[in-house]
């Protein structure tokens, strides 16, 4: 397979050359740098990396790259180290933090340039989004125009950047603010009084991410005029398919939360949209898809219009958020959690919110009430309660997705995909109308156990302890109906009969 490589385009790019990374500690920027290491040789990545909780650039970098994700790597390559190297920085600053030297090398040495730096927090206040995923994006346009060498310069943004649309081509849509007025309103505006305005500023748009995601294309599309640059909005990103480890994952948030919550057995009713399209795609597919972006946007670079590819679904291969749901409860029986104490069958998935918060009132609230009451009383720390408002406040910011569909063009990425070589597929396989959704699915639960680390192996133990926890569940449910009745014939029986 070795050989094919040099009949491989893509591969040939990237060969040799010095890349700069933004976002490289995010999950995506983690499986870029791997990805392009082992597969695509490149001279020198340079990783632009703040300090963070107490961890230097150098510390964080070392922590990367001891995760399973790079044992297959060190295996091919040992000495892969030599190739990464650290720019101390922070997008969020002027001039994205750098040094007059290291900014100077920058210039000096880079070809390939991919910004995948963002904050991805739905909630994250208006301010600190603005400064990274706005002032980062303007901060790293201007850095490009100064390189003497540059080829081609991808900004990841998202699918969802102008979701107060409906269908979203792959064009650009007017921003509701201009990027330097946002900035603007962030430095001089107090904490206190953009809070306080941010839902008049941000308007039709869900959150502050989306929001200004949308005004960082406004960026993009204002100040890279000239520079080989192109556009990625990639959809809801989840579990890797294939590459390097199946499954893989590196934290749960957002639908990847919801589905942990449910399989170690703490959600017991999951809000999800029924028949309502899942745009979810793998992540080693997303930085495939990514790395041939990057090729392509140095072959059109004296084009005079900014190409921008949706990465999303296949139109003729969806899946639906109960799809998500279902296929998770089949193989969550197949290969249950060691410590789960629930049944999974039990666990409720609704869409309407008056129910949905009903139920989990009296399966999530009351028992965690319960629960912590009586570890007071044992003289250790509540946490049950704490964990379900963290739970249910996950649940919200992620209902605007899992509630509505979008219709997405794609011919961009579509045409991108049929233009490559057969190599290229091999190595660089983006096409979502083939990925088999029902194994990569199921596959993500397996993804969330291996996060977990439930190294418990002997799997008949588990399945037998599983099916005693189904019995007893069956049983309860049992008790809870007939309490039901009972309670319901009481009150029916004692109301008075009143005549009208």
Not at 209 to 217: N, S
Not at 314 to 319: G, S
Not at 443 to 460: N, P, S
Request: a positive charge.
């Amino acid at each position: 397979m070795e050989s094919h490589k040099d009949t491989s385009e893509i591969c040939e790019f990237y060969r040799g050359k010095h890349v700069l990374l933004t976002g490289g500690t995010g999950m995506l920027g983690k499986l870029v740098i791997e990805k392009l290491l082992r597969v695509c040789k490149p001279a020198m990545i340079y990783l632009i990396i703040r300090t963070k909780k107490f961890k230097d650039p150098h510390r964080r970098l070392k922590d990367l790259t001891e995760s399973s994700l790079f044992h297959r790597l060190k295996k091919e390559d040992p000495v892969f180290m030599e190739r990464l190297k650290i720019v101390p920085g922070d997008v969020s600053e002027p001039g994205l933090g750098l040094s007059p030297a290291d900014v100077e090398h920058l210039i000096e040495k880079v070809q390939v340039v991919f910004h995948s730096a963002a904050t991805v927090k739905f909630d994250e206040t208006l301010s600190t989004a603005t400064k990274i995923n706005v002032r980062g994006t303007m901060g790293i346009i201007e850095l490009c125009k100064k390189m003497k060498n540059l080829e081609s310069v991808v900004h990841v943004s998202t699918a969802y950047s102008h979701s107060p649309r409906k269908e979203i081509r792959e064009e650009f849509y007017e921003s509701p603010i201009s990027p330097q007025g946002l900035i603007d309103l962030a430095d001089n505006l107090s904490p206190q009084l953009l809070n306080a305005i941010t839902p008049h500023i941000i308007g039709e748009w869900i959150n502050t991410y989306v929001f200004t995601k949308a005004v960082a294309e406004e960026a993009v599309r204002k100040n890279g005029l000239g520079l080989p640059i192109s556009i990625m909005r990639p959809a809801i990103i989840f579990t890797a398919r294939s590459e390097p480890i199946p499954n893989w994952i590196d934290q749960t948030y957002g639908p990847i939360g919801v589905l942990a919550g449910y399989y170690v057995g703490a959600t017991r009713v999951v809000k999800f949209g029924n028949n309502v399209r899942a745009d979810l795609i793998p992540a080693d597919m997303t930085v495939n898809c990514l790395l041939a972006v990057g090729h392509q946007t140095a072959k059109l670079r004296k084009l005079q219009e900014i190409p921008i590819f949706n990465f999303t679904s296949h139109p003729k291969n969806i899946a639906s958020w109960d799809d998500i749901f279902r296929l998770s409860i089949e193989r969550s029986i197949e290969t249950p959690y060691s410590q789960t104490y629930w049944h999974y069958s039990s666990v409720f998935a609704v869409r309407n919110n008056f129910i949905y918060y009903l139920l989990a009132f009296f399966l999530h609230i009351l028992p965690a009430v319960i629960i912590d009451v009586g570890l007071i009383f044992l003289h250790k720390k509540p946490r049950y309660l704490k964990m379900y408002n963290k739970i249910h406040h996950g649940m919200d910011l992620f209902d605007y997705f899992s509630q509505n569909t979008w219709r997405f063009s794609i011919e961009n990425t579509m045409g991108l995909w049929r233009s490559l070589n057969d190599e290229d597929k091999q190595f660089f396989d983006f096409d979502m109308e083939s990925l088999v959704y029902k194994s990569f699915l199921k596959g993500t639960i397996d993804g969330i156990r291996m996060y977990l680390k439930d190294e418990e192996e002997d799997l008949t133990y588990i399945k037998r302890r599983y099916r005693i926890i189904k019995v007893i569940d069956r049983i309860a449910r049992i008790f809870l109906f007939s309490g039901l009745i009972w309670f319901l014939w009481r009150i029916f029986t004692t109301v008075p009969d009143y005549k009208i």
